[in-house]
């Protein structure tokens, strides 16, 4: 059964070259006994929440406020500085270009290796199939990721990504760079999925779609929660995918 727990969780993003660092500063501080932690940025701070099959959960608040970071750390790409995570079921993370792909590998090997990193055992069907779905020319499998237009690169991540059902379904920033013609294709495969879903995060800006899509709303400010609000009225299924960014 899937489920998350987070409970009192922190985290902090360390802030390498945002100081001065230079190898004789920090010497000459080992020599005169300081010594010189790494300055670190609190993105999450001091949040609980739980989550249980059937719940759709949005992520709101202003630019900043902790929404992609909340959504990479239940994603486990980034590990909580302190408090404890329990993640129970597979997760499906959406959260925008370029996540865990090598721009130098050609687009086959990537969709294999973002396969491996979802659990899964890549097979010449599935690639095909998954190739088939972004209806890009054959002989672009065989280029590096770098050669690929920001549309058609989504086209391959997300054809990728939605393979498979998830019983965790994260969403961040998507489908904005897709064209028309792809993203009704798109937008269908990620309702199916978003139906299949046990449980699915939302994190937008856009207070419509939050309201007619989630059972509830946590309100995010400076990495803490300010406040839960519980839509009265909400459906997994009428849902408009093009957010409106701040
Ligand atoms: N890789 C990083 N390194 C250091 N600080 C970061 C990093 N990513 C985000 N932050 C900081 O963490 C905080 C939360 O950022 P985050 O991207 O999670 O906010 P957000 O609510 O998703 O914002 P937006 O609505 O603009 O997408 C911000 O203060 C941001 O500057």
Not at 5 to 20: K, S
Not at 87 to 116: H, K, Q, W
Request: hydrophobic fraction near 45%.
């Amino acid at each position: 059964m899937a489920s998350i727990i987070l409970r009192d969780v922190c985290l902090d993003y360390p802030l390498y070259g945002a100081y001065d660092f230079s190898l004789k500063r920090r010497l000459l501080g080992r020599l005169a006994g300081a010594s010189t932690p790494t300055p670190t940025i609190r993105a999450i701070d001091n949040i609980s929440i739980e989550a249980s099959a059937g719940a759709r959960i949005g992520l709101a608040g202003p630019n900043g406020s902790g929404k992609s970071t909340l959504l990479r750390l239940i994603a486990g790409v980034y590990p909580a500085s302190s408090g404890h995570v329990g993640i129970t079921g597979n997760i499906v993370p959406l959260l925008g270009l370029n996540a865990g792909v090598n721009m130098d590998f050609v687009a086959a090997e990537n969709i294999s290796l973002l396969l491996r990193i979802s659990g899964r055992k890549p097979t010449p069907a599935m690639i095909d199939e998954i190739w088939a779905f972004t209806e890009l020319e054959e002989r672009m499998q065989r280029l590096p990721l770098r050669m690929f237009s920001s549309g058609m690169l989504m086209r391959v991540l997300f054809a990728t990504a939605t393979a498979f059902p998830a019983d965790i379904l994260l969403l961040d920033e998507w489908l904005s760079v897709v064209d028309e013609n792809f993203s009704a294709k798109a937008e269908q495969r990620l309702l199916k999925l978003v139906s299949q879903a046990a449980i699915v995060i939302i994190a937008s800006h856009d207070h419509d779609l939050l309201r007619r899509t989630c059972t509830s709303i946590v309100h995010l400010d400076r990495g803490r929660i300010v406040n839960t609000v519980y839509p009265e009225i909400h459906s997994a299924y009428p849902f408009e995918l093009r957010e409106k960014r701040a």
